[in-house]
């Protein structure tokens, strides 16, 4: 899977928007990009997924450059509840029936 | 409905011992994942399942470590003499068909080794 890049950290005003960014530069033409969220002591949390165009849902809006090489997570109007640590995970179909490669994902702190 | 299950949510175990841990995932759910997380870090991957065959277990990180779910709907993750090192929070995960489908986790199974 292409490797990923995000910030080790974020804050954000409560009601404002969070905006995490994620390069993934080396992401092959059929590799989609995924984004899963873990809340303190709680399993992963799927959020969204693209693989070329920009895509939006109940939780979150997921933006791709045209180019596929970066991505940014847009959580519309952050609450309290959000304070997570935000993995960005670029996948490709293999024996492993797409499992996911998370790293170290960035952790979004979001303040009163 | 009902999300993935998992227990014991907690295991102590003393160096040496064998543990299983239990992953009842979502009804109908196809595919089956284990991961490992150690304190600070990301998930792993350790072993998938489709229905009952284990079709990867390339992230099991020795033949202590042995999963299985014979009738294609709980599984579980078996971990003989146990060691300090396999102290983390084992996470299982279900997807409803292979492919690019999300996956829902359960809340993991924190090991800790004494």
């Known amino acids: 899977d292409a490797k990923t890049t995000q910030p080790t950290s974020m804050d954000c005003a409560e009601g404002r928007a969070a905006n995490l960014p994620c390069n993934h530069s080396?992401?092959?033409?059929?590799?989609?990009v995924y984004w899963y969220r873990q809340i303190h002591s709680q399993g992963p949390q799927y959020i969204i997924h693209?693989?070329?165009n920009n895509e939006t849902n109940e939780m979150a809006s997921l933006i791709i450059t045209e180019d596929r090489k970066s991505s940014t997570l847009i959580l519309p109007h952050a609450t309290l509840r959000d304070t997570a640590v935000y993995y960005c995970?670029?996948?490709?179909?293999?024996?492993?029936?797409?499992?996911?490669?998370f790293g170290k994902g960035t952790s979004l702190l979001v303040t009163p | 409905g009902a999300g993935v299950s998992q227990s014991p949510r907690y295991k102590v175990a003393k160096r040496g011992q064998d543990v299983a841990l239990r992953c009842d995932p979502i009804?109908?759910?196809?595919?089956l994942f284990w991961y490992q997380q150690a304190l600070g870090q990301g998930p792993e991957f350790l072993t998938y399942?489709?229905?009952?065959?284990?079709?990867?277990k390339s992230g099991l990180p020795s033949d202590r470590f042995f999963a299985e779910r014979p009738e294609g709907s709980v599984s579980t993750l078996k971990i003989q003499r146990t060691q300090q090192e396999d102290s983390a929070v084992y996470l299982c995960?279900?997807?409803?068909?292979?492919?690019?489908?999300?996956?829902?986790f359960g809340p993991g199974t924190r090991l800790t080794v004494t």
């Open positions: 995960a279900s997807s409803l068909v292979r492919g690019q489908y999300e996956q829902y």
């Open positions: 080396t992401i092959s033409g059929n590799e989609y």
């Open positions: 693209g693989l070329k």
């Open positions: 995970i670029v996948r490709v179909p293999s024996n492993s029936g797409y499992a996911l490669n």
């Open positions: 009804s109908g759910h196809v595919s």
């Open positions: 399942f489709q229905n009952e065959a284990q079709l990867d």
